[in-house]
Every structure is written in structure tokens, then in C-alpha cells.
């Protein structure tokens, strides 16, 4: 039975959490609607049913949903292909389909085989990323739309020589707001009255001055004023037939159509394996150490997707910039997550005005910090220290996920860390030990605690390189799993190649392993009982 959650207990650390995310959230929303080519309200309706909708039905307690950067080249593509965004929009509902049929399967339970470095890694690599593409927006050079976490950008440029263009479209106003917005983010929490005001968050501050600075800027006619295109940019409606206009419902005609069910395959997929890295990510974060029910979340991202695709919104996906963002500001329930999204549906409504003169530079610096603390130096030494079968795999994610992509850098992680794992098992099934004795040779095989079939190739090699009249001791006094192949050689060994050799073989800690080994009895598992 799950326990009930009073999502009111902590609504004071919730609700400022809630205004980081949302401040967050909204240039991210209308970043990646921008880069996917479609409405760019889309993106806020998908922030808002990410964060009311799965927020409300998700067990993370840290986590933020919404429309993703990992799927804006597959939405671009989607739009493109299909020739309409309604269209589109009926893939992203069977898509949410998908994931429910997925939650159901539990298919969530492949998140508990994302091995802990590779998981770290990803953050880690997440974290310079985000902190790389600040840094031209904090110098008020803004021709990369916000969300981008792409190595290669779509105008060509990439992180690093973004950097260095930086220099030629300084904008030295920005460059003031950002420095007085991070000694805000970092100076608030260490001073003792002002940690006290836990419903004021340091990142509203931070952006209510600068706003209010710029404005200065702006009416005294100052050089240093931030112009339109460093701002915040909300389509703001005029009247009521545009406010309905936002609202595109799916085009069921399409239905028939196979390109269709190819996206929403490909985007169920995709956005499922995301949302499962990041709640993963979102469990190691948690202080309080909850653990998430996956199969829970995909059922919920998927209504999420639905609902979002009969508003016009884009599909979403639990989005690690957002939730690294809403653990930074003190979140301590999903109160949190459903506060931003419901601060996202209020704000586009009624104050869209105010939202357009918010620097991009303030945001920017609040992003500055939630990727520094990600991509903390700290984690790499500590990944170092653990030893070589740790470290490869954390530091090739790390660097995958900062040259290619989340998904790419996870699966070159994941493939290392198998290997690892291969090679450790063949490495680890066994000791082999040989001592000199008055009456010849004694070889001590000590084998593992798990003795799987990867360890088979091993076993049979250092059985065949026994020589003649020996006397071998295979010990399985630790040993509580053989695996029918390697039991299967073992008798192989003891009853025809030990016989054809005059080689003596003494079985130790076998017992109900002894008598399949002596009777050759099938049995497809061994469980060995310690002698």
C-alpha cells in the first residue's frame, strides 16, 4: 500500500523551490518550442501539464517534467516529415500511449541496471554543458536559443567557439546583471536573516533587481541598458480569439498514416529512456534517499504526453536541468514541480508583460550555478580515487554526454561498464594457486562467490593447462551460485579428461553440486551449500 503524502507539509521550501524551477522552466519552454519549429506556446503548455498533470501523478519527489532538449531534433524532423504540427500532435498522444502500455509491462525496472557511475557521470557531463552554454548569455551574446544542449549548434557554431564569439558581442550591461545576480544567488544563503526568508528565494531577488536596474538603465538613457533581444521573449495575446488560438487539437485523420506511429514509437522510446535516467538521477540527489517508483512515472509521463497533445503542446520527458534546479533551491516533496507548473500557467496569463523584461543574463546566472554544483571537481576525484573500473566509465560518459548527446554518452558508459563487468567476472570466478608437496604437485582452484557462464571460457582453459598425475582441489566452500555450464565442464573434467590423465580431483563445499557432478543429473540452477 502507498503511503498517503501531505503535499502541504513543506510548502514553504516547496514554494520557493517552485519559483527557481519556474523561472527556469519558462525561457527553456520557449527555447526549445523555438528550436523543435513549432508554436512557441507549445512549450509552456508543456511545461505546465509537466509540471501540474505528472507532478501530481509521479512518486519522484524532486523531479520536473517538461519539454525536453534531448527531443527537439526528433520533433523537428516529426513536423517536417508529417507536413503539419496537428498532425505531429496525434504522435505525441499515441506516444503517451506507449509509455502507459510500458508503465503497465514495468518496463520501468531497466533504470535499476544504470550502474552508478555511469548515472554520475551524465550529471556530471550535463553540468558542464550547462554551465558552457551560460556563459554567452551572461556576456549578452544570445544568438543560441536557451535549451540548447547540443555540442553542434544549429547555426553552425559549436560550445566552445560560441565561447570565443562571446568576445566580439560583449554587452557590458549584461555583464552587469549577471555579476550582481550571482553575488545575490551566492551571498543570500550566508547570511543569517536573510536564510530565514525561505519564501523568498535568492533567484526572485536576484531577478526582480535586475529587472528593476535594467529598467533604470533603460529610462535613464544609460549605455548599459539591456535591449529587447537580451530578454525574455512571451508572445503576448491581444484578445481573446488569439488566447484560443494557442489550443491546436491532434488531427485524428491520421491515424492511418504509418509515419505517424513511427514518431510516436520513436518519441515513447526516447522520452521514456530519459525520463527513467533522470529519475534515476533525481533518486541520488535526494538527500532523503526516497526511491521513485519507475513503472509509476512512465504511466504518468504518458497521460502527461496525452493531455499535452490534445492542449497543442509538445511531448516532455523528466528533465534533469530543471530538477537539478528545483533540488539546488531546496525542494523537499512534488509540491514543488505542480507550484512551478501552476506559476507557469498564472504568469502567461496574466503578467507576460512583466515576464519580457527579465535578462536573459539573470537566468543565466542562475543556471551558472545549478551547473557548477552538477559538474562539482569534487565528484571526478571522487570517481578517481574508486580505481580504474569506476573512473573509465564515468569519465567516457562524462565526456560523451558533453561531445554528443545524453543518450549517446549513456550507452558508451553502459557498454564500457559491461565490459567491465565481463572482465572482471572472468578475472574474479576463480583463484588458481598450486603448492609443492613430498607426493607431487597439489592445484587449488578457489572458486568465486557467483561462478556465472561468462566464466566458463576461463575455467575451461585453466582446466585443460592442468598437466598429468596432479592432484587438483576445486574449492567451492564460498561459492552460493555455479552455473549449469561451468558444473556441466567440471564433471566433463573429473570423469573423462582427470581419468584419461591419472589426474585425482577433490571436490570441497560442493555437497548437492557433488552429486550432480557424480551423477550427471540435470538441473538447470545449483544453489551449493557450504560444507
Keep these: 500500500m502507498t503511503k498517503k503524502i501531505n503535499l502541504l507539509a513543506n510548502l514553504k521550501s516547496d514554494f520557493a523551490s517552485g519559483l527557481v524551477v519556474f523561472l527556469v522552466a519558462l525561457p527553456l519552454c520557449l527555447g526549445i518550442a523555438l528550436a523543435s519549429g513549432a508554436p512557441l506556446f507549445s512549450g509552456i503548455i508543456s511545461g505546465v501539464v509537466g509540471g501540474i498533470v505528472v507532478g501530481y501523478l509521479s512518486q519522484s519527489h524532486l523531479s520536473v517534467s517538461g519539454p525536453a532538449a534531448g527531443l527537439t531534433a526528433i520533433v523537428l524532423t516529426a513536423i517536417t516529415d508529417l507536413g503539419a504540427f496537428n498532425i505531429f500532435l496525434l504522435a505525441v498522444l499515441l506516444a503517451g500511449v506507449f509509455q502507459l502500455v510500458l508503465g503497465f509491462i514495468k518496463s520501468g525496472s531497466i533504470s535499476n541496471y544504470f550502474p552508478t557511475n555511469v548515472i554520475e557521470g551524465m550529471l556530471a557531463g550535463i553540468g558542464v554543458i550547462i554551465f558552457l552554454k551560460q556563459i554567452p548569455h551572461a556576456f549578452g551574446y544570445d544568438p543560441d536559443y536557451e535549451g540548447d544542449m547540443s555540442f553542434f549548434q544549429p547555426d553552425g557554431q559549436n560550445t566552445f567557439s560560441e565561447i570565443f564569439s562571446v568576445l566580439n558581442h560583449v554587452q557590458l550591461g549584461s555583464i552587469v546583471i549577471t555579476i550582481i545576480s550571482l553575488f545575490i544567488l551566492i551571498v543570500w544563503n550566508k547570511i543569517e536573516i536573510l536564510k530565514k526568508l525561505k519564501l523568498v528565494p535568492p533567484a526572485l531577488v536576484a531577478v526582480i533587481i535586475s529587472l528593476l536596474l535594467n529598467e533604470y538603465f533603460i529610462v535613464s538613457g544609460s549605455s548599459l541598458a539591456i535591449t529587447k533581444a537580451h530578454l525574455v521573449s512571451l508572445p503576448v495575446p491581444t484578445s481573446v480569439e488569439e488566447f484560443k488560438g494557442i489550443i491546436v487539437l491532434p488531427d485524428f485523420s491520421a491515424i492511418t498514416n504509418q509515419k505517424v506511429w513511427i514518431v510516436a514509437l520513436t518519441i515513447a522510446v526516447v522520452a521514456s529512456i530519459e525520463t527513467l535516467l533522470c529519475i534515476e538521477a533525481a533518486d541520488r540527489m535526494d538527500v532523503q534517499k526516497r526511491y ?207 581419468k584419461e590423465n591419472n589426474i585425482k580431483v577433490k571436490l570441497v563445499g560442493f555437497k548437492k553440486a557433488y552429486d550432480l557432478l557424480n551423477t550427471g543429473e540435470e538441473e538447470k540452477h545449483v544453489f551449493v551449500e557450504h560444507k
Design 292 to 498: 521513485t517508483n519507475t513503472n509509476v512515472e512512465l504511466k504518468a509521463q504518458g497521460i502527461g504526453n496525452i493531455i499535452s497533445a490534445l492542449l497543442g503542446g509538445l511531448p516532455m520527458t523528466s528533465v534533469v536541468v530543471r530538477t537539478t534546479a528545483n533540488n539546488t533551491a531546496g525542494a523537499k516533496s512534488k509540491m514543488s514541480a505542480i507550484i512551478h507548473g501552476v506559476l507557469l500557467l498564472v504568469s502567461v496569463i496574466l503578467i507576460p508583460i512583466v515576464l519580457n523584461k527579465i535578462p536573459l543574463a539573470t537566468l543565466a546566472a542562475v543556471l551558472l550555478l545549478v551547473g557548477y554544483k552538477l559538474a562539482n571537481p569534487k565528484t571526478i576525484k571522487h570517481f578517481w580515487d574508486k580505481g580504474k573500473y569506476q573512473f573509465i566509465p564515468f569519465i567516457a560518459t562524462f565526456a560523451a554526454v558533453v561531445f554528443t548527446d545524453l543518450l549517446k554518452g549513456v550507452l558508451l558508459g553502459m557498454i564500457i561498464s559491461i565490459l567491465f563487468v565481463l572482465k572482471g567476472n572472468m578475472q574474479r570466478a576463480y583463484l588458481f594457486r598450486k603448492e609443492e608437496y613430498q607426493d607431487g604437485d597439489v592445484i587449488h582452484i578457489d572458486l568465486a562467490q557467483e561462478v556465472s557462464f561468462l566464466n566458463k571460457a576461463a575455467i575451461k582453459t585453466t582446466l585443460n593447462s592442468i598437466p598429468e598425475n596432479s592432484k587438483v582441489i576445486i574449492n567451492a566452500a564460498d561459492t552460493v551460485y555455479i552455473a549449469h555450464d561451468v558444473l556441466d565442464l567440471i564433471n566433463e573434467f573429473k570423469k573423462i579428461r582427470a
